[in-house]
């Protein structure tokens, strides 16, 4: 048996699935914060496995989904200047802003590119030394240290035509302002996996301290998922929140202190713009001042010709804070499909309407 497989085992996800059944008895909601479980769970059949008195709610755990349509227009804004080449995951590219995607205005000239990596861009930028070269930062604690490490080296080689457009969000104060807001009455959460191998288990104390929920941190596969569920069954029931975690192999409780030094040395904290939350304090990521030389909203003038507007009849905004799912959306696989789509939770392959869409919902 390899090392995936143990994580597979369909005899012990029986046996965890006989326990949930067995077990729970009070009608629960929980959610998974990340991106990356809502598609795990849906293609695991974990919510049709439950009892039905077990809703599971899809998070605000993707980068994309959550990148709000005014910072869209300001990287759109940055694309259409003379001289500057933009580089961006490829998700990205699809996901409309005011008026046009990235990919939209590729297709009118402007020289966008996809990468697989800062390190891409570095080259790129090196490749280039006539051109300013833009990375457009998106992702949360996750991929933060890795355009931190990018920033770092074009100090260090001297390279002046490199810049973040940094537009990363912290994790932790978008899931208390969901729980703030009390529109979703949760009953646990399912934290995310590779933020926690990064930030620490530790950083979600604050679930079962302040709020007094049910909590666990899961990997990816389905008994890490099986697992994390019977866990919040076991703490519901028993009403006893306590922060669990089912995947040890991955995250510490102080996390990875290397990438976490590495995004401090290179990040300050500052507010941030949330999709249908709107700014919340203190939970981006802005270059330091030291770093001001590489920070693109620092050395380009950003103008929007308009003010910002949201897509009609997109519920994204609402999707990424549990208060709807897809299926109340009336764009949903009608007008809106992968190949086809209105909003960036369609777009993204973490996105909640993608996964409804690939693995059909449960109402
Ligand atoms: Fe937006 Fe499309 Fe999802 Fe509707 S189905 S909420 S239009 S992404």
Same mark, same amino acid.
């Given at each position: 048996m390899?090392?995936?497989?143990?994580?597979?085992?369909?005899?012990?996800?029986?046996? =965890?699935?006989? !326990?949930?059944?067995?077990? #729970?008895?009070?009608?629960?909601?929980f959610?998974?914060?990340?991106?990356?479980?809502?598609?795990?769970?849906?293609? !695991?059949?974990?919510?049709? =496995?439950?009892?039905?008195?077990?809703?599971?709610?899809?998070?605000?755990?993707?980068?994309?989904?959550?990148?709000?349509?005014?910072?869209?227009?300001k990287?759109?804004?940055?694309?259409? =200047?003379?001289?500057?080449?933009?580089?961006?995951?490829?998700?990205?590219?699809?996901?409309?802003?005011?008026?046009?995607?990235?990919?939209?205005?590729?297709?009118?000239?402007?020289?966008?590119?996809?990468?697989?990596s800062?390190?891409?861009a570095?080259?790129?930028?090196?490749?280039?030394?006539?051109k300013?070269?833009?990375?457009?930062?998106?992702?949360?604690?996750?991929?933060?240290?890795?355009?931190?490490?990018?920033?770092?080296?074009?100090?260090?080689?001297?390279?002046?035509?490199?810049y973040?457009?940094?537009?990363?969000?912290?994790?932790?104060?978008?899931?208390?302002?969901?729980?703030d807001?009390?529109?979703?009455?949760?009953?646990?959460?399912?934290?995310?996996?590779?933020?926690?191998?990064?930030?620490?288990?530790?950083?979600?104390?604050?679930?079962?301290?302040? !709020?007094h929920?049910?909590c666990?941190?899961?990997?990816?596969?389905?008994?890490?998922?099986?697992?994390?569920?019977?866990?919040?069954?076991?703490?519901?029931?028993?009403?006893?929140?306590?922060?669990?975690?089912?995947?040890?192999?991955?995250?510490?409780?102080?996390g990875?202190?290397?990438?976490?030094?590495?995004?401090?040395?290179?990040?300050?904290?500052?507010p941030?713009?949330?999709?249908?939350i709107?700014?919340?304090?203190? #939970?981006?990521?802005?270059?330091?001042?030291?770093?001001?030389?590489?920070?693109?909203?620092?050395n380009?003038?950003?103008? =929007?010709?308009?003010p910002?507007?949201?897509?009609?009849?997109?519920?994204?905004?609402?999707?990424?804070?549990g208060?709807?799912?897809?299926?109340?959306?009336?764009?949903?696989?009608?007008?809106?499909?992968?190949?086809?789509?209105?909003?960036?939770?369609m777009? #993204?392959?973490?996105?909640?309407?993608?996964? !409804?869409?690939?693995?059909?919902?449960?109402?």
């Amino acid at each position: 048996m390899n090392f995936i497989e143990e994580f597979r085992s369909s005899q012990s996800g029986r046996t =965890l699935l006989e !326990y949930i059944n067995k077990r #729970s008895t009070k009608p629960a909601r929980f959610m998974e914060f990340c991106g990356g479980h809502t598609v795990a769970i849906f293609r !695991y059949g974990i919510r049709q =496995l439950l009892p039905p008195h077990i809703e599971m709610l899809s998070g605000p755990g993707c980068p994309v989904c959550v990148t709000s349509t005014a910072d869209l227009d300001k990287v759109i804004a940055l694309s259409r =200047l003379p001289g500057v080449i933009i580089c961006s995951f490829g998700d990205l590219l699809r996901v409309p802003s005011s008026r046009q995607s990235l990919l939209e205005v590729r297709a009118e000239g402007a020289d966008v590119r996809i990468v697989y990596s800062t390190m891409d861009a570095l080259e790129i930028a090196r490749q280039n030394p006539l051109k300013k070269v833009i990375f457009v930062g998106i992702g949360f604690e996750t991929t933060a240290p890795t355009i931190a490490a990018s920033v770092i080296q074009a100090r260090n080689q001297g390279l002046a035509n490199y810049y973040v457009m940094s537009i990363h969000k912290i994790t932790p104060p978008v899931m208390r302002a969901i729980l703030d807001a009390g529109e979703t009455r949760l009953s646990g959460i399912i934290c995310p996996g590779h933020v926690s191998s990064i930030t620490g288990s530790n950083a979600w104390e604050f679930i079962p301290e302040e !709020y007094h929920l049910a909590c666990a941190v899961s990997g990816f596969e389905s008994l890490d998922i099986l697992y994390c569920v019977k866990s919040l069954v076991d703490q519901v029931e028993d009403a006893t929140p306590r922060l669990d975690v089912s995947y040890s192999r991955a995250v510490k409780p102080e996390g990875n202190t290397a990438a976490l030094k590495i995004m401090d040395e290179v990040f300050d904290i500052c507010p941030a713009n949330w999709r249908g939350i709107g700014i919340l304090p203190q #939970s981006g990521l802005c270059l330091r001042p030291e770093f001001a030389a590489f920070d693109a909203e620092k050395n380009f003038e950003i103008k =929007l010709s308009e003010p910002s507007r949201e897509t009609p009849g997109c519920l994204c905004g609402e999707i990424i804070k549990g208060t709807r799912t897809p299926l109340e959306c009336k764009l949903f696989s009608k007008v809106c499909t992968p190949e086809n789509p209105v909003g960036p939770c369609m777009v #993204s392959s973490e996105g909640t309407c993608a996964a !409804y869409y690939h693995y059909g919902g449960k109402l």
